[in-house]
């Protein structure tokens, strides 16, 4: 193969990629990671989930939680939930709880959704309060990682590589809840 | 001839692989955009200019924020959301200047934004426009400073 031949193959390789990934569903929001040096505390909430339990993220200080904003209709938040039930059931004993807030505007898609995807970890129909007590939920999805001191550590929007949650999880649940009285 | 044949297999590979990724954005029915900031400045001018604007992604995030002067109608992928966004139009002139957005994710990605726009096309109207949101419309519209209203 000579230079020429090589240039060719090149521009189509750029040319490919870029038409690939100026297509794909990449979020550039300010989504962080948990080395960012960021850790609000959680708001304090109360929901309601699917079988009428009270769901209050308080309950969960100790343990390591997700908290998933999504939607029935999402297509990205499809694709993130089957990943996030594996997570559930992988780490359960080590103290990680996945909870889901569903953006939907009613329960019933929700509910039929839930049964479809064998959902393993408690849902609850957000609104607007809720999502405004997370800083806003402008955009789906949305998840945060709590650490077990009850402080938020990441924030990802739009769909995010399995990868990137499994080893934020486990770096979390190595890290020990505050001392007492901090 | 080897190298002109090679050349030509090439370019030829080039052009499928352009045509298979440009040509869900090119086809005659694609929606056409509207990018933020010419709808900001729209807003800005003389009221009888002002396009109807509909959100038909959640109400959770319509609530949060929303374009101002916009009108929230349900998740228009949804039976019920595709009904009331049909309702709302149905009396309208067919050259109404429409603008439609979701907000939940990158426009060319939203369930909501493509199938109400098709349906506005169905029931005739040619002066219909869908919002250029790259990411999502926290993103591209509130992180903006364009001005935003709350609440129902």
Redesign the interface.
């Known amino acids: 193969m000579n230079s020429k031949h090589l240039f060719i193959v090149g521009a189509v390789v750029v040319v490919a990629a870029t038409l690939y990934f100026g297509t794909r569903n990449i979020s550039d929001l300010p989504s962080f990671g948990i080395n960012s040096g960021q850790h609000m505390p959680a708001p304090q909430v109360t929901l309601t989930d699917l079988s009428g339990q009270k769901l209050d993220l308080a309950s969960y200080k100790g343990e390591v939680v997700l908290v998933d904003f999504w939607a029935t209709w999402c297509d990205p938040c499809r694709a993130e939930i089957p990943h996030f039930v594996q997570l559930q059931d992988k780490y359960r004993n080590q103290g990680f709880r996945v909870v889901g807030i569903s953006m939907d505007d009613g329960p019933r898609p929700v509910l039929e959704f839930y049964g479809q995807y064998r959902m393993n970890y408690p849902v609850a129909m957000g609104n607007a309060k809720v999502a405004e007590r997370f800083g806003g939920v402008l955009g789906l999805p949305v998840s945060f990682l709590i650490g077990r001191d009850g402080r938020i550590y990441a924030r990802h929007v739009g769909e995010t590589e399995t990868s990137v949650f499994e080893s934020e999880i486990k770096e979390l649940l190595a890290r020990p809840a505050a001392a007492p009285g901090l | 001839m080897e ?1 002109s044949s ?2 030509s297999k ?2 030829g ?2 052009f499928l ?2 045509l298979a ?2 040509a869900p ?1 090119c086809a005659a029915d694609a929606p056409q955009l509207i990018q933020p900031a010419e709808l900001n400045k729209i807003l800005q001018g003389p009221a009888k200019q002002r396009p109807l604007i509909i959100q038909v992604g ?4 319509y ?3 929303h374009v101002p002067g916009s009108e929230y109608v ?2 228009a ?2 039976a019920e959301g595709s009904k009331e966004l049909r309702r709302r139009v149905e009396g309208l002139p067919r050259n109404r200047f429409i603008v439609l957005y979701c ?4 426009w ?2 939203c ?2 934004v493509q199938p109400a726009y098709k349906e506005l096309q169905s029931m005739g109207f040619r002066n219909v426009r869908v919002l250029y949101i ?6 591209d519209w ?1 992180d903006k400073g364009y001005p935003v209203s709350k609440g129902q």
Do not use: K, T, Y
């Open positions: 190298n090679f050349s090439i370019l590979l080039a692989l352009a990724f440009a954005l959640f109400r959770s995030l609530e949060q924020a349900g998740a992928s949804s907000g939940c994710c990158p060319s990605h369930p909501n790259e990411s999502n419309f926290g993103a509130v």
